[in-house]
């Protein structure tokens, strides 16, 4: 079974390298730093390496120690974190390649199984809820510390319990949480609720040129380097515009561009609400995520862009 080869390996290795995808979001960070602290209770010679993580959750035990480049070149294991395509390990892929042993736990629909050792539950709905039983099959018990990570992980890719895929496990778990001290609704305010001025700023823009089409069951909107210029925008600010265009009545689809930092094209947010498998439609677009929220890129002026989206998106309604 993966698991025990997993702990084989963990078990096995001293220096180990943890990493995710980039732009890491709750549930990136929450899980790297949940087993980042996991594998320190063991002794292990472990590192967390990630770029462009924004400050919002700088609060989570271990936060401190992520770096942006590891100390050695090979290390004995590699473990990526909530990432279905190595390509997303973007700039620390070769920490993968070059590893001795290479594992991967995640819930992603489309995963390219790029490591030795895939433990991959697409109906998870984050990474952090597999973890818990990894953490279990490993024997670490799970403190406050591990807890706060886990839960940040947990509430950033459920919305905060609100999306299908949330199980009974899910609940259980934040109950042993509460019970052992861990501050659930400080964590929800912090990683769901507050956001920052440029957040709203950009939301503004974001909402302002925010048009439907397909008789209202497609929301479009989009946002450019200029406009993150103009109000000093945050490495995060663009984080959820697209679940604003989902959360309109008659929307099935929401569309979500922003111009890359190369300015030759756009990241593309997709998100449906009851039947598009918009994973699918990101596949086209060089991406992939999950059934409900996926993502992909374009190398379009914003004109053509929307156009080549917007016809393919058709291709999915009722
Ligand atoms: P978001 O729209 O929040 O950036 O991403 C939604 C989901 O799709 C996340 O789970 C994310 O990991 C995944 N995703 C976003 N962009 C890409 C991409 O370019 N490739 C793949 N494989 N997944 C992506
Ligand atoms: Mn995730």
Excluded at 36 to 63: C, H, Q, R, T
Excluded at 64 to 74: A, C, L
Excluded at 158 to 179: C, D, H, I, R, S
Excluded at 288 to 314: S, V, Y
Aim: aromatic share 8%; charged share 25%; net charge negative.
């Amino acid at each position: 079974m993966t698991i025990d080869n997993i702990k084989e390996e963990i078990f096995k290795a001293d220096s180990i390298i943890i990493l995710t995808h980039e732009m890491p979001d709750g549930d990136a960070i929450g899980s790297s730093l949940a087993m980042y602290n996991a594998l320190k209770s063991l002794g292990k010679d472990v590192e967390i390496v990630m770029a462009n993580n924004s400050d919002i959750f700088n609060f989570l035990p271990g936060a401190s120690q992520i770096k942006s480049q590891g100390t050695k070149k090979i290390y004995d294991l590699a473990i990526a974190l909530d990432c279905g395509d190595i390509k997303r390990l973007n700039g620390y892929t070769e920490y993968f390649q070059d590893a001795n042993a290479t594992i991967q736990i995640d819930h992603h629909e489309i995963n390219t199984m790029f490591a030795e050792y895939n433990f991959v539950n697409p109906t998870a709905p984050a990474c952090a809820q597999i973890l818990i039983t990894v953490l279990e099959e490993l024997g670490i018990k799970i403190t406050k510390e591990i807890g706060t990570c886990l839960l940040t992980g947990i509430i950033t890719d459920t919305g905060g319990f609100k999306y299908q895929g949330v199980t009974a496990e899910t609940f259980e778990f934040v109950a042993e949480l509460l019970n052992i001290g861990v501050n659930v609704s400080n964590i929800y305010k912090r990683v769901l609720q507050v956001i920052s001025r440029s957040k709203f700023e950009l939301r503004k823009i974001a909402i302002n040129r925010l048009e439907f089409y397909e008789d209202g069951k497609i929301a479009f909107t989009y946002t450019t380097r200029e406009d993150e210029e103009k109000i000093n925008a945050s490495i995060d600010a663009h984080e959820g515009i697209v679940e604003i265009g989902r959360d309109i009545e008659g929307v099935e689809i929401s569309v979500f561009l922003r111009e890359n930092i190369e300015r030759d094209g756009y990241k593309i947010s997709l998100r449906s609400n009851d039947y598009v498998n918009v994973a699918d439609i990101c596949l086209m677009f060089n991406g992939g995520g999950h059934i409900r929220a996926a993502g992909g890129n374009i190398k379009l002026p914003l004109e053509e862009a929307k156009l080549r989206i917007l016809d393919e998106c058709r291709k999915y309604l009722k």
